[in-house]
Nanobody
Framework: QVQLVESGGGSVQAGGSLRLSCVAS????????MGWFRQAPGKEREGVGSIRPGNSAVYADAVKGRATISQDSAKNTLYLEMNSLKPEDTGKYYC????????????????????WGQGTQVTVSP
């Protein structure tokens, strides 16, 4: 059984930074497609970044240059670091894993995830 548990969300002031963590069980973060998505109130869920084995991470235009996805194989944990946070980064951030197809997001190939975490809330105040 696959479980993804996010943590690290909270309230941050604009311009600040955060690091979200996603502890995975039931699959390996280093040998599976992994990604971060977010959903703001009243909006559809959108991709933040995605990484798959043998490839560099890809990021949505909205966070490009401000977001970094990394993995710790020993801890089986996926991270999302974001800096220069903006109020529009506010939303619930979801860790995602696995593969059930491809998504084409802003010209890049992303994995369409099979598994989702429960999400962690990030609120960025002006």
């Amino acid at each position: 059984q696959v479980q993804l548990v996010e943590s690290g969300g909270g309230s941050v002031q604009a311009g600040g930074s955060l690091r979200l963590s996603c502890v995975a069980s039931g699959l390996s973060v280093s040998t599976n497609c992994m990604g971060w998505f977010r959903q703001a109130p009243g909006k559809e869920r959108e991709g933040v970044g995605s990484i798959r084995p043998g490839n560099s991470a890809v990021y949505a235009d909205a966070v490009k240059g401000r977001a970094t996805i990394s993995q710790d194989s020993a801890k089986n944990t996926l991270y999302l670091e974001m800096n220069s946070l903006k109020p529009e980064d506010t939303g619930k951030y979801y860790c995602a894993a696995g593969f059930r197809g491809w998504l084409r997001i802003q010209g890049d190939l992303w994995c369409d995830p099979k598994y989702w975490g429960q999400g962690t809330q990030v609120t960025v105040s002006p």
